[in-house]
């Protein structure tokens, strides 16, 4: 079985419906899923101090720079979108912002931002916040954004490994 065969098996054990991602549940510190071989742990955003490190890992590592409005209006409006990889130092290696909008009777997902440290490359952290926000995606729009993901990771596109 390939590696990625593996993951994406491991990946559909997880049962993010038990952890209620929507917006009536509370955010937490609840691990959603936790990379044991790379020791990375996959959370949601819970607040202003993970608001900073989001901040400082994407103005660090994409080339368009953001203000702060900028990330407000992403975290704050879909925060359930906002996933975290952090490593077992607790420093935020990883970061996905989304967000949905609806075009005609369909609602979209979109990826606003999605980064990770340039050490922590090439472990699957973006593919796996990807697929962990596929959950709560949940609509057709979500195969576009699935498809130019899956195509930067076969153009080893590093921002997405």
């Known amino acids: 079985m390939s590696e990625d065969a593996k993951l994406s098996a491991e990946l559909d054990k997880v ?29 949601q955003y819970v607040g202003e101090s993970d608001l900073n490190s989001i901040i400082h890992l994407i103005s660090k590592d994409l080339s368009e720079p953001y203000s702060i409005y900028t990330y407000r209006y992403f975290i704050y409006n879909w925060p359930e979108l906002c996933l975290l990889a952090v490593n077992k130092q607790k420093i935020c290696v990883g970061a996905i912002v ?64």
Do not use: W
Request: aromatic share 10%.
């Open 15 to 43: 049962v993010l419906t038990e952890k209620g991602l929507n917006r009536e549940r509370l955010l937490s510190n609840e691990p959603l899923f936790e990379d044991e071989q790379n020791e990375i742990t996959f959370r």
């Open 98 to 161: 989304c967000k949905t909008e609806a075009y005609f009777d369909v609602k979209r997902g979109y990826i606003a931002m999605l980064a990770v440290e340039e050490n922590h490359r090439r472990m699957g952290i973006g593919i796996i916040a990807f697929h962990l926000n596929q959950f709560s995606f949940n609509n057709v729009g979500l195969r576009l954004v699935d498809l130019a993901i899956q195509l930067m990771f076969l153009d080893n596109c590093g921002e997405v490994g």
